[in-house]
């Protein structure tokens, strides 16, 4: 399974070639580069993705290349989160409009349209925030019961 590391603070004048020329020591590792730029300049937007084979080789990267400096600036280098579920992307992706497509008609409520769901696995809290959510509910818990 390959995975996706996120590339951010990146020179607005930084080409692809230039972003594939940092990571050259890990060729054999690297599936593909990205740069994400501007459609109107085409331009980069300051980030970008490299994606690797493995999980193992997206931890080294990570490690090894977040607070990279390059033409004076330090790289954010980290994992990529998973893709949200936002306008551009499901006008732009042939996947997100099956997913939308796929859902059943009962999933509807009654309140403007909005989508309820059933399924918890789809709404998993990230996990680097899951202890401070649970703390959160605690919390919360507490207040409802003692007013």
Not at 40 to 61: H, L, S
Not at 74 to 84: G, I, Q, T
């Amino acid at each position: 399974m390959s995975v996706r590391i996120y590339v951010g603070n990146l020179p607005k004048e930084i080409e692809r070639e230039s972003l594939e020329a940092v990571f050259s020591e890990h060729t054999e590792e690297i599936i593909s580069v990205k740069l994400i730029s501007d459609r109107k300049t085409g331009k980069c937007r300051g980030f970008g993705f490299v994606t690797v084979k493995t999980d193992e080789q997206a931890d080294a990267i990570v490690e090894k290349f977040n607070g990279f400096s390059l033409e004076d600036t330090e790289l954010k280098v980290e994992k990529a989160l998973p893709r949200s579920k936002g306008k551009e992307e499901e006008s732009s992706s042939d996947s997100g409009a099956r997913r939308k497509s796929s859902k059943p008609a009962s999933n509807k409520s009654s309140s403007g349209g909005r989508a309820a769901f059933s399924d918890t696995e789809t709404a998993q809290p990230d996990p680097r925030w899951a202890q401070d959510l649970a703390k959160l509910k605690e919390m919360l818990a507490a207040q409802t019961t003692s007013s």
